[in-house]
């Protein structure tokens, strides 16, 4: 619930957000599947690479090994992940809506979508939300894959992280323009336009090239071009679909001209060489700044009351904020975080209405909201990065009291992971008595027994309760 009011999303996206961070971890954690699975997608952005994003809702994975693509492996492996979940975490997957589809695609490919229902901490009645999967082995996998630690900022982060194989930064941005140009859909403009705007492209535009005509051939398709994508009959629908599909995901949705606008540059720079805007770092007010210290990638583990969140994700996007400072409102253009060496954090920032520069101390902000307005970077925007996740020590200079450490419940038994032999236990009710029956598999049928009063019980028919895990 705090989560929810520091990112502006309803408290069910944080939930899902917190699901897929642990079901990462138990995938990495499975031998058979993290050695051969590779993450890639919107959600994989989020989890991987930029923190201050969309929150994506389902998990895309290429594997290695077509022969996974099979239903009743995938639902036993799962059973497995989600017993190892509930004893480092307290997550429950009823194992009965554990469900996994193998389907053909019109190109004659196979395919296999994945469902799986969670309870979560939110604890929501009806019908328990689900997490998507989507799973294929045909995709051509140009470039190495890498090892990277999954953004997980919960109070129950593992102390070792959680760590996935996953797409490279110059394979995800290929793969994501190759989606673009095959369904034109809002989440991949808006990914192709925040992976173009971060500084990894500089050098890695012929890899990115290179990589994109390998991902067409094997798909054969032609190299996608502002021209053809204008000229697709989806190009109507992007515009209407453009809150519908990610208005949910951001606490503010920027204006769809903002990113359209914006692609003709990116395939300029891909395919002409032109160079990307380059500004410079917004200059220092006077102020003596402690140039050793350089902001963490995750505002919210610092401990801090003011609103980062909110104006690095407007940052992020382009997007003015509306600064509540010592009792007047100002709309900003926020560019970046810096400390003074006497221990003040500082936001450096442009006043949109008339372009001055100004900066506001972290500490006197009394509250800030993203707004609809979008600005031109005038200087290089240093509040995000793809940088490792990791909080500066910022509370001793702040004159705050340091953080008591917290150890998580499942530290101790992390490297190695719960012991899995034991298995889960399933709990039946009897649908006449109600006396309940813990079986080792998941079998409705009950023994012979004796209702409350010691008269035999004529039902033998079980009702699913729920599933243990030792």
Known sequence: MDFSGKFGLTPDIIEKDYILGWLLAGIAQSGELGASWVFKGGTCLKKCYFETYRFSEDLDFTLKLAEHQNSSFLVNQFKEIAGWIYTAAGIEFPPELIRFDVYTSPLGRTSVQGKIAYLGPLQRGGDPPRVKLDLTSNEALVLEQCIREVNHPYSDKPDVGIHVQCYCFEEIFAEKIRALAERLRPRDLYDVIHLYRHDDTRQGRATILSTLEAKCRYKEISMPTIEILEHKPEREELVSEWENMLGHQVPVLPPFEQFWQELPEVFDWLYRSAEKAAPAAIPTMGQAIDTSWHPSSVAQAWGLAQPLEVIRYAASNRLCVDLAYQGDHRLIEPYSLRRTQDGNLLLYAVKHDTGENRSYRVDRIEGAKATKTPFVPRYAIEL?????????????????????????????????????????????????????????????????????????????????VTTRFK
Request: include cysteine; proline fraction near 11%.
């Open 384 to 464: 995000t990065g793809t940088g490792p996740i990791s909080a500066p020590p910022t509370r001793r200079a702040l004159g705050l009291a340091p953080a008591s450490p917290r150890r998580t419940r499942h530290a101790s038994s992390w490297s190695a992971g719960p012991k899995m032999a034991s298995g889960p236990s399933y709990i039946f009710r009897c649908s006449v008595c109600g006396k309940r029956f813990t079986h080792k598999s998941y079998e409705s049928v009950l023994n012979s027994h004796k209702n409350k009063r010691g008269y035999p019980c004529p039902s033998r028919a079980g009702i699913y």
